[in-house]
C-alpha cells in the first residue's frame, strides 16, 4: 500500500494545497487533511474516499447526514475523528449564514439566497419565521420547530407570540422539504390560510410562506394565487 509519505511532496494534500492552493485539491484530498491519518491498509485519502462513498452523492455534502454512529463504524474512524468531521461540517453550516440581519426582502428570491444553502441539505423538517420592519428589513430570524415536527402540527400562537415581542407587525414563514420537492402539500397550504386568519384578527402582515429544496424554493402565496386565477 502506497503510504502518503512515500508520494510525490506536489501530490501529498497538505503540501499539494500550499504548492497550488486549497481550490485545486478533491474532496477526499481536503477531508484527508482533517483526518491526518489513515490505517494501516488505507492512506488517508484512501480512507476519505470511504467516508464520501457512505452516501449516494459521494460528495462532502453528503457528510452533513452521516452521523457520528455511522462514522465510528468505518476502520480507522475512532470517537475523535468523527467528532471532528462532524465540527467541521457544522462550522461550514454557520460559515453559510448571514454575518448580519441588515438584509432587506423584496421577493421570494431573497429568502431563499439568505436560507437556502442552511436548509436544502437538513433531513429534518426546520420552521422559522423571519420578523421584518416596516421596510422589510430583517429583525430577527428564529427557530419555531426543528426535527420531525411537521409544519403542520407548529403552535399558531407560539409564531405570534415571537413576533409580539420583537414590536414587529411583518413575518415571512420559511420551512424546508427534506424530499428536495418544493411543491406545497395540502397541509402545507391549509397552515398558510390559518395564518392569513389570524394574521387578519392581530393586525400582523403576513408576506408569505418559502418552502426551501434541494436548491429549489416555492412561494405559497404564488401558488396560492395562480389556484385562484385558473
Known amino acids: 500500500m502506497l503510504q502518503i509519505k512515500n508520494m510525490p511532496l506536489s501530490e501529498r494534500p497538505y503540501e499539494k494545497l500550499e504548492m497550488y492552493g486549497e481550490k485545486i485539491l478533491s474532496d477526499s484530498e481536503l477531508l484527508a487533511i482533517i483526518l491526518k491519518t489513515g490505517t494501516k491498509e488505507l492512506t488517508s485519502v484512501?480512507?476519505?474516499?470511504?467516508?464520501?462513498?457512505?452516501?449516494?452523492?459521494?460528495?462532502?455534502?453528503?457528510?452533513?447526514?452521516i452521523s457520528l454512529e455511522e462514522l465510528k463504524k468505518i476502520k480507522g474512524i475512532g470517537r475523535v475523528k468523527a467528532i471532528q468531521i462532524k465540527a467541521v461540517c457544522e462550522l461550514t453550516k454557520r460559515m453559510e449564514k448571514p454575518l448580519n440581519l441588515n438584509i432587506t426582502i423584496k421577493e421570494p428570491k431573497d429568502v431563499a439566497n439568505l436560507l437556502i444553502n442552511e436548509l436544502r441539505y437538513e433531513?429534518?423538517?426546520?420552521?422559522?419565521?423571519?420578523?421584518?420592519?416596516?421596510?422589510n428589513v430583517i429583525q430577527k430570524i428564529i427557530d419555531i420547530a426543528i426535527g420531525g415536527t411537521s409544519v403542520c402540527n407548529i403552535e399558531i400562537s407560539q409564531i405570534f407570540q415571537e413576533i409580539i415581542k420583537t414590536g414587529m407587525n411583518r413575518f415571512i414563514l420559511v420551512h424546508n422539504h427534506p424530499s428536495g420537492v418544493t411543491t406545497p402539500s395540502t397541509k402545507d397550504i391549509e397552515i398558510t390560510k390559518r395564518l392569513q386568519e389570524a394574521s387578519n384578527i392581530l393586525d400582523i402582515q403576513f408576506l408569505d410562506h418559502i418552502i426551501i429544496g434541494d436548491g429549489t424554493f416555492q412561494s405559497i402565496f404564488a401558488c396560492i394565487r395562480k389556484?385562484?386565477?385558473q
Open 123 to 135: 433531513k429534518r423538517e426546520i420552521v422559522k419565521i423571519l420578523i421584518l420592519n416596516t421596510k
Open 46 to 65: 484512501a480512507l476519505a474516499q470511504k467516508i464520501l462513498a457512505l452516501n449516494k452523492e459521494n460528495s462532502l455534502r453528503s457528510l452533513q447526514n
Open 227 to 229: 389556484t385562484k386565477d
